[in-house]
């Protein structure tokens, strides 16, 4: 079945580093590709998507690339802020596989942003 | 706020009990999707449903059973509850039955069962 495979945190960075969260996807079609964010004591919120090979999600200064022949789809920011400390989820939808049973969701990445 | 309104946001409840969470969705969206979310199993898709309609089942157990209303809000009804069912639930929506664009989601329900 498909799976979501990303770093386990929690990752620790200070202020102003730049930032790679890992994301890797098994999947039987050809699915879209999230990034979610979740703040303390709140929902998941849609960070950036991409819906096909080479596309670019973009979003508050986050960038991911949807990388086929990798099967990936990693989280960048060149400058992190305090701000940015939250859990990210990488996700996928793959409707084309034949199944419509929701996202598939990976495990999260607490990330910690120190001033 | 997102659009998406959960309500309660906290219960605690005793084993054996029953509980209905309700979820009304992101105006214009027809779909709803639930989510439980624990810190062993991480996010799990339960169960999806469009325009009052059962789309997809995922991890739900037996114990566990949902609707769509016709005014399109959703209710989890969880059963026989036991300590492991202790976690955060979540709704979704969406306005296709796709998943092209993402979801919406709520706030959550945060279910403690003493």
């Known amino acids: 079945g498909d799976s979501v495979t990303q770093m386990e945190g929690p990752v620790t960075l200070s202020e102003e580093a730049f930032l790679t969260i890992n994301c890797t996807y098994t999947?039987?079609?050809?699915?879209?590709l999230f990034w979610y964010v979740q703040y303390p004591g709140e929902g998941l919120q849609l960070l950036l998507k991409?819906?096909?090979?080479?596309d670019k999600g973009s979003n508050k200064g986050f960038e991911a690339t949807y990388r086929k022949e990798t099967t990936s789809f990693h989280l960048e920011k060149g400058s992190v802020q305090v701000s940015d400390s939250a859990v990210y989820f990488c996700?996928?939808?793959?409707?084309?596989?034949?199944?419509?049973?929701?996202?598939?969701f990976g495990k999260g990445t607490h990330l910690i942003i120190q001033p | 706020d997102s659009g998406v309104t959960q309500t309660p946001k906290h219960l605690i409840t005793a084993t054996g009990q029953r509980v209905t969470l309700r979820c009304s969705p992101r105006?214009?969206?027809?779909?709803v999707y639930w989510y439980q979310q624990s810190l062993d199993q991480g996010l799990q898709f339960l169960i999806q449903?469009?325009?009052?309609?059962?789309?997809a089942k995922g991890n739900i157990l037996e114990r566990f059973s949902a609707q769509q209303f016709p005014d399109l809000h959703s209710e989890l009804n969880l059963s026989s509850l036991e300590l492991g069912d202790s976690a955060l639930y979540f709704c979704?929506?969406?306005?296709?039955?796709?998943?092209?664009?993402?979801?919406?989601f709520g706030s959550g329900t945060r279910l403690t069962v003493v």
């Open positions: 979704a929506s969406s306005v296709d039955e796709g998943l092209t664009y993402g979801y919406t």
């Open positions: 999947a039987t079609g050809y699915p879209s």
């Open positions: 991409a819906t096909k090979a080479d």
């Open positions: 996700a996928l939808s793959d409707i084309s596989g034949g199944g419509a049973d929701g996202l598939t």
């Open positions: 105006s214009g969206d027809l779909s």
């Open positions: 449903y469009y325009n009052g309609e059962e789309r």
